[in-house]
């Protein structure tokens, strides 16, 4: 009888709080083994996962001590060095242990020397296109480690065009190693109902209008420039509060700052991270989500907000324009006036909203984690067939 394929994945991002990556991964291991039946698929971890978090057709594998769960920009030096022992010397040896035949680094990690194929992920290159989005060890760690593991694996999976054109620029990688697959969006981001909204927006505490960010709050978010643009347009009470959704990173403390040099300090809310059953909700009660940042991978919050009906306003930049499409208003990072003038026609002009929301809604469909999973399954079973003449 033959063997079944044994596909490892890098599942660090499963435990703690699911953030843009741990969606990634959970996504990936829900719906793979529903179309590789011939494949079981390993989830290695650094501690055990609840029962939940292990979906059918995987098998959990608890590989050496606790990695960190915080955000990797202010975590500190001890659990980055953790990450890297437990990468380069335990995982190696789990994979022999487990007679796996292929190792999907999910998150740009790869080990140095490895016994079978390896594929990776890289989400971004935001250590080379938005400087001083980290703290400078993090950042010069990945200026060695993203280099070294696009050229240690078989094959590398970017999530958007944009990403694919920095591969292959800053790493000297040729078209051909790089599959670009975008992330999908859930059926849970939709729109949702009255009393759903309802619900969620005394659980949470929200203002009645609000412009929401989602994401952390960290400097290459450009908050300080939200918050510079949306100013008068609360003072004026076009508007009650801006809503920021997410842990604070990097560079926090000056948005915090600037909220009290423009005079917005008690209409600035912070959410902190809101859970995933609250989050479609959040969208759908949010009169615009904007995601101006710097730079993005992909841009999870805008094809999510689009999903739950919600107009979005993003950055004319690296992966944005190519997620949102023409359903949503595009500016320039940093340009206040304009942030601010595109902010105001939303608010006001009820018809533009409108037309938002049904081309946001259309562009939302097009993407599906039916398909990102099919797309990663079709570049495993390329590597493994190269690897197998």
Not at 6 to 14: H, K, M, P, T
Not at 52 to 60: K, L, N, T
Not at 63 to 79: A, I, Y
Not at 129 to 158: D, K, Q, T, W
């Amino acid at each position: 009888m033959k063997k079944r394929l044994r596909i490892a994945l890098d599942a660090r991002r499963l435990n703690g709080l699911k953030r843009g990556v741990g969606q990634y991964v959970f996504q990936l291991a829900c719906h793979l083994p529903q179309i590789a039946h011939e494949a079981e698929f390993l989830l290695l971890v650094d501690r055990p996962l609840g029962h939940s978090d292990v979906p059918a057709g995987c098998r959990e594998v608890v590989v050496g001590r606790p990695f960190t769960t915080r955000s990797q920009s202010v975590s500190g030096v001890l659990p980055k060095i953790r990450s890297f022992f437990w990468m380069n010397t335990l995982v190696p040896r789990a994979l022999v242990r487990e007679g796996a035949d292929l190792l999907h680094a999910t998150n740009f990690a790869v080990p140095a020397r490895i016994g079978c194929p390896c594929v990776v992920t890289i989400h971004d290159l935001i250590y080379a296109r938005a400087p001083g989005a980290f703290e400078p060890l993090y950042e010069n760690y990945l200026r060695l480690a993203v280099p070294a593991a696009v050229r240690s694996s078989r094959h590398v999976i970017a999530v958007s065009g944009a990403t694919k054109e920095d591969l292959v620029e800053l790493t000297g990688l040729r078209p051909g190693q790089v599959t670009v697959i975008p992330h999908g969006v859930g059926d849970e981001y939709r729109v949702r109902t009255g009393e759903e909204l309802q619900c969620a927006k005394q659980r949470l505490g929200l203002p009645d209008r609000f412009i929401l960010h989602v994401g952390a709050v960290e400097r290459r978010k450009r908050i300080d420039a939200l918050l510079d643009a949306t100013a008068p347009l609360l003072k004026a009470g076009l508007i009650d509060s801006v809503v920021l959704a997410g842990e604070e990173g990097h560079g926090a403390n000056e948005v915090r700052r600037a909220a009290v040099e423009l005079g917005v300090k008690s209409q600035v809310r912070y959410l902190g991270y809101v859970p995933q059953e609250l989050l479609p909700a959040l969208y759908g009660l949010a009169q615009v989500l904007s995601l101006v940042s710097t730079y993005e991978g992909f841009g999870m919050p805008v094809l999510e907000s689009m999903a739950c009906g919600t107009p979005v306003i993003t950055s004319n930049v690296s992966s944005l324009p190519e997620v949102a499409g023409d359903a949503a208003i595009t500016v320039s990072p940093g340009d206040v006036q304009g942030l601010r003038r595109a902010l105001a026609r939303l608010l006001i002009d009820a018809s533009l909203r409108d037309d938002l929301r049904r081309r946001g809604l259309a562009r939302a469909r097009e993407f599906s984690w039916e398909s990102t999973a099919a797309g990663h399954l079709a570049v495993y079973r390329r590597v493994l067939e190269t690897a197998g003449n």
